[in-house]
C-alpha cells in the first residue's frame, strides 16, 4: 500500500526519509552530499512521482522504492 507522503506530518516524512538513507547507504558517488542534501533529494524524487513510501503489511514494515519496482511487484506489499 502506498502512504501519501503529503498527508504525513513533516517531521514523520523526515524521519522516515534519514531512516532510510541511514539504512540504505545510498551512494550519491564521488560527491558527498550532507544528510539535509540526501533528505531533500528524496523529498523531489516523492514530489516528481519516481518514488514513492510503501507499507508492507506481509513484512510489517515501511520502505521507500522507485514506483516502477513498486508496480512490477505490488501483489507483494498487499
Known sequence: MIIPFKELPIETLNNLIESFILR????????????????SHIKTQ????DVVIVYSELHESINIMPKATFQQNQNEFE
Not at 547507504?25 to 533528505?39: A, R
Not at 516523492?46 to 512521482?49: K, M, P, S
Open 24 to 39: 540504505e547507504g545510498t551512494d550519491y558517488g564521488e560527491d558527498d552530499f550532507s544528510l539535509n542534501d540526501k533528505i
Open 46 to 49: 516523492l514530489n516528481q512521482g
